[in-house]
């Protein structure tokens, strides 16, 4: 079992440019969650996808959108970056059965500098 | 809101030094609380999920408990591969979105 996978593991770009981050989920789940993480917080929900759905969605603007794929996977697609946007981007995937959300499972991150 | 207090922010153990951690929550109805550790640069790594105020959870040196406004994450004999930040993360009911503590960086020394 590969486990949750990212891609890629680093990335630079610079103010206004647009990034696009990929996720795989681990085997036997169905549901992708993304985070920011800052350095020395927590990581902060940005959204759920469920069914090629986003189900959920935290307090993050419009210029972060995602897309689910029928093979689940995922991407997080960010545009007009800002030096703010600089963090690890977190992907997390869990099993949606039963009317409820089994334990979320995370990948490596992907690390994102903007300059 | 939902909201997760850890405590203290930095610990720093001698190896075999037992301690704690704290996680103090405010959730409108718990469906479940989360205990991750994650290394520096790296994704969290699920560590236990409890449900139920009194529920216990043990793995190798880590035992983890909760009551009904907060959990503790017990380390018993620490070794200096367990040092890194532990994060408790909280999840209401109706499937709500996870909400992390800020954490607790653990360094335990030879």
């Known amino acids: 079992d590969a486990g949750v996978t990212q891609s890629p593991t680093h990335l630079i770009k610079t103010r206004g440019q647009q990034v696009t981050l990929r996720c795989s989920p681990k085997?036997?789940?169905?549901?992708v969650s993304w985070y920011q993480q800052a350095l020395g917080q927590g990581p902060q929900f940005i959204f759920q996808?469920?069914?090629?759905?986003?189900?959920q969605r935290g307090n993050f603007p419009d210029r972060f959108s995602g897309h689910q794929f029928p093979n689940y996977s995922s991407e997080l697609n960010v545009n007009a970056l800002l030096l703010g946007d600089s963090a690890l981007y977190l992907c997390?995937?869990?099993?949606f059965g039963g009317g409820a959300e089994r334990e979320q499972f995370f990948g490596p991150g992907t690390r994102l500098t903007v300059l | 809101e939902d909201q997760v207090t850890q405590s203290p922010e930095a610990l720093r153990l001698q190896e075999g030094e037992s301690s704690s951690l704290n996680c103090s929550y405010t959730?409108?109805?718990?469906?479940?609380l989360f205990w991750y550790r994650q290394d520096p640069g790296k994704g969290p790594e699920f560590l236990f999920t409890l449900y139920s105020a009194g529920e216990e959870k043990e793995k190798e040196r880590l035992k983890a408990t909760l009551t009904k406004k907060e959990s503790f994450l017990h380390i018993t004999a620490p070794k200096p591969e367990d040092s890194a930040t532990y994060l408790c993360a909280v999840q209401a009911t109706g499937n709500t979105p996870l909400v992390f503590g800020k954490g607790t960086r653990l360094s335990v020394i030879a």
């Open positions: 085997s036997g789940h169905d549901t």
């Open positions: 997390a995937s869990s099993f």
């Open positions: 996808y469920y069914e090629e759905e986003e189900r």
């Open positions: 959730v409108s109805g718990l469906r479940g």
